[in-house]
């Protein structure tokens, strides 16, 4: 019976996928590179936190930030326009975890929880029969704001608990090699189910203090950044390397991502948690599986599009009541042909303290709007086409009037058709001493 089961849901998928490909004028059937993955595979998402896509040496950086993780991608399939739908963590996490924008899911504010009813991605796996774990050291993302929903282990690191005695006062986090040996003992079990594991590392955030043999770049803020860049390279190609070693590649999915980016003074600011400029809300996206072949996809994908990937990706249907607004880039992901017509991505940040801004892109052109921030910017409009200014510094609102009213009335419309299915706001009341973690983070002034 169950292999029955799992036979349907394959051709359920594999006609999905050929409809949708037949929709956008592509070829129906998927060619050669088609991932030959097992019904229900393991799946592993790698999150690095403020990681900014530009800064990857398979993003972009002329300097040598990531070796390993470029060598890597270089064997994977890597979406070079890949989006945050949200500048700072737990909106952005919510999002991937739930596939839902964060005007629907509520989630946008320092105090806001993850709402029980929300369907999120690790409870309808674990209902597949799926063993779910989490390896968290970002406060904003643990269980103390509802980010537990559906995982049978999460392991939020708590500094004061976790950190060894030698570990940098200044830091808010745990760093990676105190986690990976955890992350590793669980990889290395054997395991009855398939296995959804999802690895959320802080580095490289602010404070940016790398260990000094990784502190190549200089010692001003952005080379200290992309010395943590150079530490988190080596700790993850040692990660990628044992799974390969241990023969899980060949069975798993994998993906690298973050949640959002990070400025250096390049709109005025640092840090992120305020704008959505490129360099606070672009961020890498990388798929291994066995049997994809390695490639680049130029389409405008979200962090909102992986949880429907994944259900796709392990042949699994979501379930009513998973109301996700993503889509699936499973096609895609296996050919470059099967993009469809999807070219269109937003970005926000309703976080009162700090700012509340807005962006919508579609092809090149982005629109900005921000309605207020600290930077004591107010009711400001701003237009880029960024195939001419992939810095967004020339304003094209007024040379543009009719692209620019076009792209307001598209980004009114999104937002108000996810404000109009919103889950609805849970809050939590925060002790002092959550207020203390969170302004370590930079989320309260």
């Not at 896509?53 to 040598?64: L, V």
């Not at 700790?235 to 070693?245: C, I, R, S, Y």
Request: charge should be negative; proline fraction near 7%.
């Amino acid at each position: 019976m169950r292999a029955s089961w799992q036979e349907l849901r394959a051709w359920i998928w594999l006609v999905a996928a050929a409809v949708l490909v037949s929709a956008c004028g592509c070829p129906a059937v998927l060619d050669s590179t088609r991932a030959s993955l097992p019904p229900e595979p393991n799946i592993i998402v790698i999150l690095v936190d403020t990681l900014r896509a530009d800064a990857t040496g398979f993003g972009g950086c002329r300097r040598d930030t990531t070796p390993q993780l470029d060598q890597w991608a270089a064997r994977g399939v890597v979406f070079e326009k890949a989006t945050t739908p949200a500048g700072w963590t737990k909106p952005a996490v919510v999002s991937l975890l739930s596939g839902l924008y964060p005007a629907t899911h509520s989630v946008e504010d320092k105090d806001h929880v993850a709402p029980e009813k929300l369907l999120m991605l690790p409870e309808v796996l674990r209902a597949r029969g799926y063993e779910t774990a989490a390896y968290v050291t970002n406060f904003a993302v643990s269980e103390r704001f509802g980010l537990g929903q559906g995982f049978d282990i999460f392991r939020f690191f708590d500094k004061k608990l976790d950190a060894p005695p030698d570990a940098p006062r200044q830091l808010n986090y745990v760093q990676a090699e105190h986690v990976l040996p955890e992350v590793e003992r669980f990889l290395e079990r054997e395991h009855q189910d398939p296995f959804f594991l999802y690895l959320h590392l802080t580095d490289p955030h602010h404070p940016y203090i790398p260990p000094k043999e990784h502190l190549l770049f200089g010692t001003d803020a952005r080379g200290r950044y992309d010395g943590e860049l150079h530490y988190i390279d080596a700790q993850l190609g040692a990660l990628l390397d044992l799974l390969e070693t241990k023969g899980l590649l060949g069975t798993s999915l994998v993906v690298l991502t973050a949640d959002h980016g990070e400025e250096f003074h390049e709109h005025g600011g640092s840090g992120h948690g305020v704008t959505v400029f490129e360099e606070c809300v672009r961020v890498p996206l990388v798929f291994w599986a066995p049997g994809l072949a390695p490639g680049r996809r130029q389409v405008l994908v979200s962090l909102t599009d992986l949880a429907p990937t994944l259900l796709e990706a392990a042949q699994l249907v979501p379930p009513e009541g998973f109301a996700y607004q993503g889509r699936s880039l499973w096609p895609a992901v296996q050919d470059s042909r099967a993009a469809g017509s999807w070219n269109w991505s937003v970005s926000e940040l309703v976080y009162p303290s700090k700012a509340v801004t807005f962006s919508y892109r579609e092809g090149d052109e982005k629109l900005v709007y921000i309605q207020r921030d600290i930077y004591k910017r107010e009711d400001l409009h701003l237009l880029f086409d960024l195939a001419q200014d992939p810095g967004e510094r020339q304003n094209l609102a007024r040379q543009r009037p009719e692209r620019f009213a076009y792209l307001q009335q598209k980004m009114r419309a999104l937002r108000q058709e996810q404000l109009a299915a919103a889950v609805g706001t849970q809050q939590e009341d925060l002790d002092e001493e959550a207020i203390s973690r969170l302004r370590a983070l930079g989320y309260i002034d």
